[in-house]
T-cell receptor, first 114, second 114 residues
Framework: DSGVTQTPKHLITATGQRVTLRCSPR?????VYWYQQSLDQGLQFLIQ???????AKGNILERFSAQQFPDLHSELNLSSLELGDSALYFC?????????????FGPGTRLTVT | AQKVTQAQTEISVVEKEDVTLDCVYE???????LFWYKQPPSGELVFLIR??????QNEISGRYSWNFQKSTSSFNFTITASQVVDSAVYFC???????????FGTGTRLQVFP
């Protein structure tokens, strides 16, 4: 158990809908990262927050947005969902910001868009 | 551009065999970090090791060992006396000095048969 929690574990929804994925980092960690794992794209970095501020952005679609709250938990919002958004979404956390810190991953949220 | 190549898509071995998973990376950064993660059938990503570009010493942790060679841009992972519980997908990842995001390879699926 990495100490990173993600809810829900599974999510099934229809095209065009909007969902929110939630992540609680390990106690003491200030950085939160979101990654998407799909069969065709592999594991891809989406976005990172550090202590409430956006720090880095990757291949995140405009339909997707995220935020980190004062209690350091983070939410990833996916809207106007398409079939291709079906994937495993991981949240990771680290103590600080910078590549020297290990990222610890949560169990993931499996999103299925029908 | 940064890139990680795991040319072995799938490897099958019988218990107690030694197995090496290959990882080749590309980066223009002089400072960078390399990682290995394990993804068992349950789906979570488990951190195994982080190595920075200035430390070329090999590392051993129990049955696991890592061989980092800057001359060939490789960071290979060896499991000695493999066990059924080692069956998983293993990912090699890279991050640069100025970015926190992890660039993942496509993963190698290891199946260890009894």
């Amino acid at each position: 158990d990495s100490g990173v929690t993600q809810t829900p574990k599974h999510l099934i929804t229809a095209t065009g809908q909007r969902v929110t994925l939630r992540c609680s980092p390990r106690s003491g960690d200030l950085s939160v990262y979101w990654y998407q794992q799909s069969l065709d794209q592999g594991l891809q970095f989406l976005i990172q927050y550090y202590n409430g501020e956006e720090r880095a952005k990757g291949n995140i679609l405009e339909r997707f947005s995220a935020q980190q709250f004062p209690d350091l938990h983070s939410e990833l919002n996916l809207s106007s969902l398409e079939l291709g958004d079906s994937a495993l979404y991981f949240c990771a956390s680290s103590v600080g910001a910078g590549p020297a810190y290990e990222q610890y991953f949560g169990p993931g949220t499996r999103l299925t868009v029908t | 551009a940064q890139k990680v190549t795991q040319a072995q898509t799938e490897i099958s071995v019988v218990e107690k065999e030694d197995v090496t998973l290959d990882c080749v990376y590309e980066t223009r950064d002089t400072t960078y970090y390399l990682f290995w993660y394990k993804q068992p059938p349950s789906g979570e990503l488990v951190f195994l090791i982080r190595r920075n570009s200035f430390d070329e010493q090999n590392e051993i942790s129990g049955r696991y060992s890592w061989n980092f060679q800057k001359s060939t841009s490789s960071f290979n992972f060896t499991i000695t006396a493999s066990q059924v519980v080692d069956s998983a997908v293993y990912f090699c990842a890279l991050s640069g000095a100025n970015t926190d995001k992890l660039i993942f390879g496509t993963g190698t699926r290891l199946q260890v048969f009894p």
